[in-house]
Antibody
C-alpha cells in the first residue's frame, strides 16, 4: 500500500523559514517524480513544485520561485520542501503527492494527508 | 498560466441523478486533463486522467470526455458517497493548474 506521510508544518512568522518533509513507502520511490500541492483550508488546490526521479527535472510555481526549494533523498525515500521568506499568503495545507511518471507529468495518483503551514505574526 | 474554469460551482442533486460537471481551459490543453475528488478533511483522490482514463478502483459510473478547451465529468447515477468536491487539472504545461472546484451537494 502506497503511503505518503508529511511532517514539519507549524506556525511561523512572516519572513522566516520552514522545511516540510514527506516519507514514502509502498512503492519504488526512486522510480517516480514527486510533487507538492497546497490548499488554503476550504479553498482550491495550487500546484507548488515538482521533481523528477533523479532530481534532474525541477519546476516551481511562479508564486514560490526563488523562495522555495524542492529536493529528494532517494536513499531515505524522502521528499522535502524548503520554504524561505515565508509570506502570510503561503498559509495552507501542503500535500506531498506521487506522480504517475518518472520525469514528472503533474498527474498525481497518491497523496499524503497534508501538513498545515501557518504564516502569521 | 492556463486558467481552468469549472461550472457549476455548487450544484445540488439527488441519489440516482445523472450529473455533469464542466471544465473549460483558457487555452487548449489537448488531452491533458484530470479529475480529482476531495471529501472534507481528506486529500484529493485521482478519479480520471488524460480526459477519460479511469484510475484503478474508480467505479464505472464516473466518465470523462472532451478535448482542447472543454471537458465534462459525468456521474451516471449518483451514489451517496459521491457527494464531494471535484477539481479538474490541466497537465499540458506547468504550472499544472486546477479549477476552483465543484462542490456537489445533496438536494
Amino acid at each position: 500500500e502506497v503511503q505518503l506521510v508529511e511532517s514539519g508544518g507549524g506556525l511561523v512568522q512572516p519572513g522566516r523559514s520552514l522545511r516540510v518533509s514527506c516519507v514514502a513507502s509502498g512503492f519504488s520511490f526512486d522510480d517516480y517524480a514527486m510533487q507538492w500541492v497546497r490548499q488554503v483550508p476550504g479553498k482550491g488546490l495550487e500546484w507548488v513544485s515538482g521533481i523528477g526521479w533523479n532530481s534532474a527535472n525541477i519546476e516551481y510555481a511562479d508564486s514560490v520561485k526563488g523562495r522555495f526549494t524542492i529536493s529528494r533523498d532517494n536513499a531515505k525515500n524522502s521528499l522535502y520542501l524548503q520554504m524561505n521568506s515565508l509570506r502570510v499568503e503561503d498559509t495552507a495545507f501542503y500535500y506531498c503527492a506521487k506522480d504517475i511518471t518518472s520525469g514528472g507529468s503533474g498527474t498525481l495518483d497518491h497523496w499524503g494527508q497534508g501538513t498545515l503551514v501557518t504564516v502569521s505574526s | 498560466d492556463i486558467q481552468m474554469t469549472q461550472s457549476p460551482s455548487s450544484p445540488s442533486a439527488s441519489v440516482g441523478d445523472r450529473v455533469n460537471i464542466t471544465c473549460r481551459a483558457s487555452q487548449s490543453v489537448s488531452g491533458y486533463l484530470n479529475w480529482y475528488q476531495q471529501k472534507p478533511g481528506k486529500a484529493p483522490k485521482l478519479l480520471i486522467y488524460t480526459v477519460s482514463t479511469l484510475q484503478s478502483g474508480v467505479p464505472s459510473r464516473f466518465s470523462g470526455r472532451g478535448f482542447g478547451t472543454e471537458f465534462i465529468l459525468t456521474i451516471s447515477s449518483l451514489h451517496p458517497e459521491d457527494f464531494a468536491t471535484y477539481f479538474c487539472q490541466q497537465t499540458y504545461i506547468a504550472p499544472y493548474t486546477f479549477g476552483r472546484g465543484t462542490k456537489l451537494e445533496s438536494k
